[in-house]
């Protein structure tokens, strides 16, 4: 059993920044792909990045692509999201997951544990 707990949302202006933590409980954190979501009013959730087990392997949605970036320190069972130049249109609740099959992740594949959430509102 996994656990994840998101942090680090907030109210932050156009064009300024925020990371998003997401820490796991359980000793199994290394074996599992993590992504992130999000999920605004009225809008269905979507993908943002997916980061492999061993952190080499990442990958983004068009729309955040250049301005986002995932990371992860196994030793401290989290996964990071810095988001940079946040524009309105990125205002949603963030969620992490984690997953054994990182390919899958965004493409409809399965997730095996969601976190909570996390709120991000981008002010103009």
């Known amino acids: 059993q996994v656990q994840l707990v998101e942090s680090g949302g907030g109210l932050v202006q156009v064009g300024g920044s925020l990371r998003l933590s997401c820490a796991a409980s359980?000793?199994?954190?290394?074996?599992?792909?993590m992504g992130w979501f999000r999920q605004a009013p009225g809008k269905e959730r979507e993908f943002v990045a997916r980061i492999s087990w061993s952190g080499v392997n990442k990958y983004y949605a068009d729309s955040v692509k250049g301005r986002f970036t995932i990371s992860r320190v196994n030793a401290k069972n989290t996964v990071y999201l810095q988001m940079n130049s946040l524009k309105p249109e990125d205002t949603a609740v963030y969620y992490c997951?984690?997953?054994?099959?990182?390919?899958?992740?965004?493409?409809?594949?399965?997730?095996?544990?969601w976190g909570q959430g996390s709120q991000v509102t981008v002010s103009s």
């Open positions: 359980g000793r199994t954190f290394s074996s599992y792909a």
């Open positions: 997951a984690a997953t054994t099959d990182y390919y899958g992740l965004g493409r409809g594949g399965p997730i095996d544990y």
